[in-house]
């Protein structure tokens, strides 16, 4: 596959921090990033190179963003340069409709999630580059076009000149004829001369008698079909064309005495090929007695192989175009929906933040606020999750922690995470599951995640009081699970597209469902990655829908790996209650304050004992003096981050291998397998919730005496282990 050609992004701001901060998140792109640190500088860049989007500062000294973009708009070169403004201050609508109405694609405040920039950045570069192509294209397809009128010029010139050397030898064969007409000696050189240049002219041509047979044909026409004189004279014309109506129709006006010029027919040759003709005929007449035919014969075949070519140029052309429209429309849609999804929790988490800390609310309004921010902030956390997940699929490495699973108690706890919102929506629901179902070797989190998100889908799109049934059973081979229905059902126009991603039946800003459109997409994924398959059925709208996802039933490891997977949030299973942490001593590093700070809170409300560490250099003066049950560290940190830390620590303590958990924002799966090869024992990825985390920690400390006594101790006393309920 060749190379992609990098593209150059502008990055357009007055404080190197930002700058620096924008072109670390955008190096990943891995294209070329040019950074400027005035209005002044850009438009000199922009002038002298081409850029695939320009990220612009709006309050800027001198110039600022809006002028820039205006001038920007005045070069025709830059009018279409997609521009996205950046600023810290909101101030009122009228300054981002003035950034729309210059010409903008968006505009962003700071600070940014640097995933959202890197995902505009992408399809801004993508939409480049398939611009670029269209553009290559159509210049191919133009170059084409010269081609083929240069080689009609030529040809039409070579006719003219043909024609007119025929005219006039003919007319010096006349004035001979005329002149030494009792000279036969002379006048059968002159025949001979006519039959010679007849013979060897640059176009075929024959006669045919008035029952179709031909009577004779120069030798540029035999050599044209393959034929030899034997196999050509005295056989009718019509088997020598590939299209009967065509000399039907051929015959029929010549006989009328109609002169054919340029008349596009198909002949075959010798060896079954086909050869496209232009032939031009007239008929020798005596009186009313049809004589023969003149006809001469001119191939075609390269002309219509180029003008073929050029339709399928043209046709490739239209479709990328069409493609690229598509794209365009889709991305806008996307972005749409993705903007609302986003900042319609955002504005409820930050109204009851504001509300909660004016402190005039009631405990029972503080609690219902709280309820609020966590169940908007884990719909954020979903959104984010599904768009890394497609973004995995994307680049394909969605990879599959494989085990033994029974599908039965993965669709039961689906079932069950979905309970609360079929009992909000009072739907009659249904769950058939054969007996003695056996296990499969699959990834229970992903195959449960699939569940969800098609029972999910169900709930979104039926009705109160509606009713959903999923039934599992095995069919042959597979496990066949059907989610079933009664709701707003799928048209037949969107059912081909139904599991494409980005894609929903409504993407209109009216829509009564929210969501991104990608769970479905999610699910074909990692349905196909188990080697299973998923279809939709449905009879219409407002008649249901019917999924199926097939199943094979494998016991035997698809690929050479552990099967046994690593603690991580995904295959975690929190405990009913939990354990208390006394005795256990904990080592927390991370560079942020705030997130230490929350998480030394945590494990103390559970009697653990937390030492914190901003930097790996004070989390080794630590461990210097003091020796940690657990090492809880942060793995993107500044100057060094936690997979060096880690390294030094197994390097330095051999003997002494401390417990450690990896804490991390990036959500990749090689940045899990990367933290365990490099000594981690566990990994969570943020946000983590703290019963999910105090639990890890008992699990790892586990092995430690103090730890063991203690969960000892706990079990033996009455009820569930003490530990104060964290935040």
Request: proline share 3%; charged share 25%; with cysteine.
């Amino acid at each position: 596959m060749q190379e992609k050609h990098k593209v150059n992004l502008l990055l357009v701001d007055d404080h190197l921090d930002n700058l620096t901060a924008m072109r670390a998140v955008l190096e990943e792109l891995g294209e070329n990033i040019v950074t400027v640190d005035s209005g002044k500088k850009a438009l000199r860049r922009l002038l002298d190179e081409e850029f695939a989007l320009v990220l612009l500062d709006v309050d800027m000294p001198l110039l600022d963003g809006f002028e820039v973009a205006e001038m920007m708009r005045q070069v025709k070169k830059l009018q279409h340069t997609p521009i996205i403004f950046l600023t810290a201050f909101y101030q009122n609508e009228s300054q981002v409709f003035k950034g729309y109405s210059l010409g903008a694609v968006d505009y962003l405040f700071k600070p940014f999630e640097p995933e959202i920039l890197k995902a505009k950045a992408r399809f801004f570069i993508d939409l480049y580059r398939k611009n670029a192509e269209i553009q290559v294209q159509a210049q191919l397809l133009q170059e084409g076009n010269q081609k083929l009128d240069q080689l009609n010029a030529d040809l039409e010139r070579r006719v003219n000149e043909r024609t007119s050397q025929l005219r006039a030898a003919v007319e010096n064969l006349q004035r001979e004829i005329a002149e030494r007409k009792k000279a036969e000696a002379a006048l059968r050189q002159r025949e001979q001369d006519l039959t010679d240049f007849v013979e060897n002219a640059s176009v075929g041509m024959h006669w045919v008698g008035h029952d179709g047979t031909i009577l004779w044909a120069n030798q540029t026409e035999l050599d044209l079909l393959g034929y030899t004189r034997d196999e050509y004279f005295g056989r009718p014309i019509s088997e020598f064309h590939a299209d009967q109506t065509v000399i039907e129709d051929i015959l029929s006006r010549l006989g009328s005495k109609e002169t054919l010029c340029n008349y596009e027919a198909r002949l075959r040759c010798k060896d079954g090929s086909i050869k496209t003709v232009l032939i031009n005929s007239n008929v020798k007449w005596q009186g009313e007695e049809f004589i023969h035919t003149y006809c001469f014969t001119r191939d075609i075949s390269e002309l219509k192989e180029a003008e073929q070519a050029r339709e399928e140029l043209l046709a490739r052309e239209q479709l990328a175009r069409a493609e690229a429209e598509t794209a365009n429309r889709l991305k806008d849609e996307f972005l749409a929906t993705l903007s609302h999804e986003l900042r319609t929790p955002m504005n409820s988490i930050l109204g009851w933040i504001k509300l909660l800390n004016g402190g005039t609310l009631n405990t029972e309004t503080a609690e219902r606020a709280l309820e609020t921010i966590e169940r908007n902030a884990k719909m954020q956390a979903q959104l984010i999750e599904d768009i890394l997940d497609v973004s995995r699929i994307i680049a394909g490495k969605l990879q599959l922690q494989l085990q033994l699973v029974s599908f039965d108690a993965v669709v039961k706890a689906a079932v069950e995470t979905m309970r609360p919102a079929l009992e909000a929506k009072n739907i009659k629901f249904h769950l058939e599951l054969e007996r003695g179902l056996p296990t499969t070797l699959g990834d229970s989190t992903r195959l449960q995640q699939v569940v969800w998100n098609l029972l999910s889908n169900a709930v979104k799109f039926t009705p109160t009081k509606g009713e959903i049934t999923i039934s599992l059973r095995r069919a042959e081979a597979t496990m066949q699970l059907q989610v079933q229905d009664n709701g707003q059902g799928i048209s037949s126009a969107f059912l081909p597209y139904i599991f494409d991603r980005f894609r929903q039946a409504d993407g209109s800003t009216t829509r009564k469902q929210g969501g991104l459109g990608l769970g479905l997409s999610i699910v074909r994924r990692v349905v196909e990655l188990h080697g299973g398959t998923v279809r939709a059925d449905s009879a219409g709208e407002g008649k249901g829908a019917t999924f199926t996802l097939d199943l094979p039933i494998n016991t035997t490891r698809l690929f050479n790996g552990n099967t046994e997977p690593a603690l991580t949030n995904s295959n975690f299973h929190k405990a009913k209650h939990l354990p208390s942490l006394a005795q256990v001593q904990v080592l927390v590093v991370d560079d942020q304050e705030d997130t230490r700070e929350l998480i030394c809170f945590i494990l103390n409300q559970c009697q653990a004992q937390t030492k914190g560490a901003g930097t790996a250099q004070e989390a080794l003066a630590l461990l210097q003096e003091w020796q940690p049950n657990v090492l809880v560290s942060d793995l993107g940190m500044p100057g060094e981050d936690g997979h060096s830390l880690i390294t030094r620590i197994r390097a330095a303590w051999r003997d002494t291998q401390i417990p450690a958990l990896a804490l991390t924002g990036y959500a990749l799966d090689e940045e899990r397998q990367r933290a365990l090869e490099n000594g981690f024992q566990a990994y969570l990825t943020k946000p983590v919730s703290p019963d999910e985390l105090i639990s890890m920690i008992a699990r790892l400390a586990s092995d430690s005496l103090p730890v063991k006594k203690n969960l000892n101790q706990a079990k033996s006393s009455s009820g569930s282990p003490k530990c104060r309920e964290p935040l």
